[in-house]
Antibody, heavy 127, light 111 residues
Framework: EVQLVESGGNLVKPGGSLRLSCAAS????????MTWVRQAPGKGLEWVGR??????????DYGAPVKGRFTISRDDSRNTVYLQMNSLQIEDTALYYC??????????????????WGQGTVVTVSS | QSALTQPASVSGSPGQSITISCTGT?????????VSWYQQHPGKAPKLMTY???NRPSGVSNRFSGSKSGNTASLTISGLQAEDEADYYC???????????FGGGTKLTVL
């Protein structure tokens, strides 16, 4: 059974930093591309970014609002993906989800169909 | 303002059918058949309902169906049930720096 468990959310002041973690189990983590999606209170979903597998360079892509401030990394030995958030702004206040794309037959929809979600971790940016 | 446009709310009676629209541009929905729909109940994580426009993951009821025409995608729910009451979000792959865009969400009320 796939499990994604986020942690690290907290209250932080504007301009501060925070690192979120997502511990994964139930699938071959090293092959998977992992995505972060966030949801501001009472608002819709927003794609934050995605990291590819190590065999594909472990490169990451980011949404425009967070590019240059957030960094996604992974530790395959710990089956964990991280979201380092710097220069946090009030607008970054949200529930942050770790997600995994749907894999069916021999095709994985890492960038377009998020089949597994964690329970989320709350980040509050406030002075 | 979300990249994809959805109506804020729709409603229907049990047994009826409803359709939720999702309008994008020629750079996302109009180009790619990578449109997905998600259902989210209050306090819960989103659930994938359809992908690649019209495919359903295993376990999703065939009462949920997706389609696309031009820059607009749609989710139709037939035989409405009380448990269908939730927020629904569409998404599309874009191939640009922001790889995935979501709609603002539609609140479905089952009367």
């Amino acid at each position: 059974e796939v499990q994604l468990v986020e942690s690290g959310g907290n209250l932080v002041k504007p301009g501060g930093s925070l690192r979120l973690s997502c511990a994964a189990s139930g699938f071959t983590f090293s092959n998977a591309w992992m995505t972060w999606v966030r949801q501001a209170p009472g608002k819709g979903l927003e794609w934050v970014g995605r990291i590819k597998s190590r065999t594909e360079g472990a490169t990451a892509d980011y949404g425009a609002p967070v590019k240059g401030r957030f960094t996604i990394s992974r530790d395959d030995s710990r089956n964990t993906v991280y979201l380092q958030m710097n220069s946090l702004q009030i607008e970054d206040t949200a529930l942050y989800y770790c997600t995994l794309g749907l894999c069916i037959a021999s095709k994985c929809h890492y960038d377009d169909a998020f089949d597994f979600w964690g329970q989320g971790t709350v980040v509050t940016v406030s002075s | 303002q979300s990249a994809l446009t959805q109506p804020a709310s729709v409603s229907g009676s049990p047994g009826q059918s409803i359709t939720i629209s999702c309008t994008g541009t020629s750079s996302d929905i109009g180009t790619y058949n990578y449109v997905s729909w998600y259902q989210q109940h209050p306090g819960k994580a989103p659930k994938l309902m359809t992908y690649e426009v019209s495919n359903r993951p295993s376990g999703v009821s065939n009462r949920f169906s997706g389609s696309k025409s031009g820059n607009t995608a749609s989710l139709t729910i037939s035989g409405l049930q009380a448990e269908d009451e939730a927020d629904y979000y569409c998404s599309s792959y874009t191939g640009r720096n922001t790889l995935v865009v979501f709609g603002g969400g539609t609140k479905l009320t089952v009367l």
